[in-house]
């Protein structure tokens, strides 16, 4: 299966080049797109380096500062286009272990038409977390919990493997959701069409170089889109257009 890894960037000129490496390092046969936002501090330079040293590494560079959601559905359109067969969303900061990949390969590999890296599952957990963090993350999956009725234990994570027939099932160009609400958007979808999702456990080590994105109009964001969904999912038209669909671990 031909697997493309999709790691978005902005100012990651610390991280960029160790993450890619240590990816081909763990899994040689996959390949890398870097989708850059025009980092000011020369992220997209480093890449197209990469990219000339290595057949396996591409390079996306976009106009400014567009957000999460959107440089994955970029590259989910890249990838499609281009005959993938999985598509893995990665962050750029190491937060998201290269040696836990494997995992989220294996169970695409299964037949799970979405792969969660979950934090919140046995054998799971996060590394040099504050407490306020953890408590976004928790917070952020319960209300998802109970707004939308998704049977997920970690909804806001964002490693994560998509087969590409699961992506060509949705309606990608309708998303419009950012950080962690275009991840619970994203799962909520998968559900709604009646399709798979299996949980492997992860280990989330916070970021040791650079700067968070996180920030309050993220959080602020998920809140106030999960809040709508919530009600819209108790329209009498959206409870019978939803279908039964499994989530596993």
Known sequence: MRTLVIIPTYDEADNVEWIVSSVLERQPGVEILIADDGSPDGTGDIADRLAVDDARVHVMHRSGKQGLGSAYRAGFAWGIERGFDVLVEMDADGS?????LGRLLEASAQGADLVLG???VPGGGVVNWPWYRRMISRGGTFYAQL????PIKDATGGYRAFRRSTLERLPLDEVASQGYCFQIDMARRVLDAGMSIVEVPITFVERVRGESKMSGGIVREALWRVTVWGFQRLLP???KRRRKATVGS
């Open 96 to 100: 998201h272990r290269p040696e836990d």
């Open 118 to 120: 979950s934090r919140w």
């Open 147 to 150: 707004m939308l009725g998704i």
């Open 237 to 239: 038209s959206r409870r």
